[in-house]
């Protein structure tokens, strides 16, 4: 088998500027919502402690959690978009997925110590003070509300970002749940104080879901899996139909961060080419890739492959790498 180099692409050079501004968009934006998170939980804590609400004691203790969600999201992008040293070749870009990560991880036993203060109260109920409780959790929601607002456009690109987006949506329902429980109590009286630690139980269930999505999410990437939006069957047809490729092997597709996807691949050539050709080849091929599968990060090495030539040992059929975790 004779090699004939590789070619490595990197994102286009406005990629980097344009990353570089989003991110910092991402930081003042986040910077807002940490500020009406941080004043809006002490205010929760103290209208909890006064009410006697669980739920909104719990609406409190799940913002408190999301205060730290989002700080670590604010200083995954400040880490991020710092000069990296030399040997950090993808720079500090996987800090906001062990953040992501983190973000999932702190939902699960909050969640699991509310449910079980909720059920302490269904066994115990405790009169719960229902006009403050309604006040407070009526400005929760509203804070809520305009964080998310704040995120909504930037979750849609970016994992950090997006985990900070659930956690505001979450804590709205959250209020939500609150300000029902209160009306119920305040309509129909003292007999529906269940309502309350009920809300919470509900409101914890709904976290857990979601904490375990941004887990799932979050692995995936750290295990280095092929993109959830990416077939690798697809990519391993798609490189063979260029006109001078005779067959694809040793492909590997995996997230460096939101957005960033990268890509190494041998490519055998069906005849001998010059280097400049082999350059058209593989910038055909780089932007068949960013076009159809938005993999901005390709490595391509191509050989020409003789039928008598062992195949490489690390050589693998397509499905082998498309396994899900």
Known sequence: MRRMGQQHHHPKPTE?????????????????????????????????????SVALLSDAFHMLTHFGAIAFS???????????????????????VLATFLNGMLLVPIAGVIIYESI???????????EPMLAVAAVGLLVNLLSAAFLHRHSK??????????????????????????????????RFIWAD????????????????GLIRD?????????????????????????????????LHIWTITSNMYALTAHVHLKRDL???????????????LDERFDINHATLQFEIHADESPRCEHDHAPHADSARP
């Open 16 to 52: 980097s500027f344009r990353r570089g501004a989003v991110r910092g968009g991402q930081r003042r934006r986040l910077a807002w919502v940490l500020g009406l998170t941080g004043a809006t939980m002490v205010g929760e804590i103290i209208g909890g402690l006064l009410t006697q």
């Open 74 to 96: 604010y200083v995954a992008i400040v880490v991020a978009l710092r000069p990296a040293a030399p040997e950090k070749t993808y720079r500090n870009w996987r800090f906001e």
């Open 120 to 130: 302490q109260r269904l066994r115990a109920p405790v009169p719960v003070k229902v």
């Open 157 to 190: 690109q970016d994992m950090n970002i997006r985990g900070a987006f659930f956690h505001m949506v979450a804590d709205s329902l959250s209020s939500v749940g609150v300000l029902a429980a209160g009306l119920l109590i305040w309509g129909l009286g003292e």
């Open 197 to 212: 630690p009920a809300a919470a139980v509900l409101i914890s269930l709904m976290i857990l879901v979601w904490s375990v």
């Open 218 to 250: 979050s692995v995936r990437i750290l295990l280095e899996a092929v993109p959830a939006h990416v077939d690798l069957e697809q990519v391993h047809a798609a490189l063979r139909d260029e006109a001078d490729v005779l067959d694809v092997h040793d």
């Open 274 to 288: 010059p280097v400049s050709e082999t350059e058209g080849v593989g910038r055909r091929l780089r932007h068949m």
